[in-house]
């Protein structure tokens, strides 16, 4: 194996023991939760971003419950006015970055599924309907 594909392969070595359809997905209280059993805080998380304004204590608590029996290590993925929650602190760790400028999708051949198309086991979970066959 040359220098490249060991890289690459070094950066997906923690990800070749994932089940195939990608780990386990619910919605609790309202919140999207995922987990992956990988050893890191962002495998097991929830995204209290959906919701309207800041989460009530009794979300948290049961997002929190659910994350904790995947997981030591999760997070949860808030606005930045809406944190830090009481008895959370701000992981700086993992900062997210956002696009100033859209960018703009490369032509896609004909008969080909674009790069960014969902797996079907994806697009189950997000309920997206199955795409038409190739």
Do not use: K, N
Not at 18 to 45: N, Y
Request: charged share 15%; net charge negative.
């Amino acid at each position: 194996m040359g220098p490249v594909a060991e890289r690459i392969a070094a950066a997906y070595a923690d990800t070749a023991a994932l089940d195939a359809d990608g780990g386990e997905w619910a919605v609790v209280a309202g919140v999207p939760c995922e987990h992956l059993a990988l050893a890191h805080p962002w495998a097991t998380s929830a995204r209290l971003l959906v919701l309207d304004g800041p989460a009530p204590a009794s979300v948290v608590a049961e997002v929190s419950a659910w994350l904790a029996t995947r997981s030591p290590q999760w997070t949860l993925l808030v606005r930045a006015a809406q944190a830090p929650l009481s008895g959370f602190t701000t992981w700086t760790d993992l900062p997210a970055l956002h696009l100033v400028e859209p960018l703009s999708p490369a032509p896609t051949p004909p008969g080909e599924r674009g790069v960014g198309s969902c797996s079907s086991g994806a697009r189950r979970r997000l309920g997206l309907p199955p795409l038409p066959a190739a």
